[in-house]
């Protein structure tokens, strides 16, 4: 129950930061794909650094999870196609609905019915990926 309510309480914070900092506009997505703003790309080029200072600090701190367990962080197979072939599928999908995965269940929870069609879709698309994955040169 203790990681419940610390999940939910990351997760609402994260929810409301989404919303303020407008993460989860249309009109802000729609302007980065544009290259008229800043905001977005600054979002996520910021995400992107405290994401690998943080990864490293758990590396390199032999940091412990919630049940006391170390965290080992395999590494990833070295591959440009896959990861470039994924980038632009990924960057389609985004551009063409508008919204990332990461405010999905943000804009559901702000009353916006429509987004459902999209987790549906991204529920689906998982789905398949994990169901063909074996299949798919390594």
Excluded at 6 to 13: D, N
Excluded at 52 to 80: E, L, M, W
Aim: glycine share 14%.
């Amino acid at each position: 129950m203790k990681q419940f309510l610390s999940f939910f309480f990351i997760g609402l914070f994260l929810g409301i930061l989404f919303i303020k900092s407008e993460v989860a506009s249309w009109f802000r997505i729609y302007e980065m794909f544009q290259f008229k703003s800043f905001q977005m790309y600054g979002i996520i080029g910021s995400a992107v650094v405290l994401g690998i200072i943080i990864v490293h600090y758990i590396k390199y701190s032999k940091q412990k999870d919630f049940n006391g367990d170390a965290i080992i962080i395999t590494p990833k197979n070295k591959g440009f196609i896959r990861y470039f072939v994924g980038g632009i599928i990924f960057g389609l999908g985004w551009a063409l609905a508008g919204a990332c995965p990461g405010p999905m269940y943000v804009l559901l929870g702000t009353g916006l019915p429509s987004i459902l069609v999209l987790i549906i879709g991204a529920l689906l698309g998982t789905f398949v990926y994990g169901a063909i994955k074996n299949k798919l040169p390594h």
